[in-house]
């Protein structure tokens, strides 16, 4: 798709490298810290000849990829696949975040043929957690077997997100589990992982910054 460097270069020459849709607030999980306030009972859908409209004039600006962040599910928008299919047709690499319970080998490969890339949700491994944070019991069960479906083992333990919530989950051994904070708990995991990611800055020190129950001093 395109690199660091790339992207800091478009950041700096006022360049567009991608776009953002919000498709559907609909959702099979009620995460406990959704700033969408998404879950089953919302029924905020995006208009489809809008989606492509501004795909097409994002598209004249050269854009490399179209983001499909949900709010909600992603998948359960009623527009999915035309969509994704709008996106490949013009040459635009997909990109979508997914918690993987609606993830199947039918739909992994009809994701593959686009080469579009899937951020899959997982805050923990530990259940008692995971299904905490999301708001439905099963939910690490379920996202992990679709992905160890689609994946190969070798590939998930190497990836650097799975290390990263192990790691996480060792740090708070003993803590969220009989925490009394859970209540007001907003998921840092994630977010934490994303500054890694995207900042180049360390993901326990962003933990550390975000989480003021946990990490108090």
Known sequence: ??????????????????????????????????????????????????????????????????????????????????L?????????????????????????GFLYEPNASVMGKLDSLKPEVQDYLAGREGALKTGLENLINRMSLEEIYDSDLFAYVM?????????????EHMEECIGCRGYAYSVGVNNGADPFEALKMECKQCFKE
């Open 1 to 82: 798709m395109y690199g660091a460097q790339e992207a800091h270069e478009a950041r700096n020459s006022n360049r567009l490298l991608a776009i953002r849709l919000e498709t559907n607030t609909s959702c099979n999980l009620h995460c406990r810290y959704c700033y969408a306030q998404s879950g089953e009972d919302s029924e905020k859908i995006a208009d489809f000849n809008v989606l492509k409209r501004i795909i097409s004039e994002a598209k004249e600006l050269d854009i490399r990829s179209v983001i499909v962040i949900g709010e909600g599910e992603t998948t359960l928008y009623p527009n999915f696949r035309e």
């Open 167 to 179: 790691n996480i989950d060792k740090m708070l051994e003993g803590r969220c589990g009989n925490c």
């Open 84 to 108: 994704i299919a709008c996106i490949d047709s013009l040459g635009i690499i997909p990109m979508l975040f997914s918690n993987t319970v609606l993830m199947t080998e039918e739909l992994a």
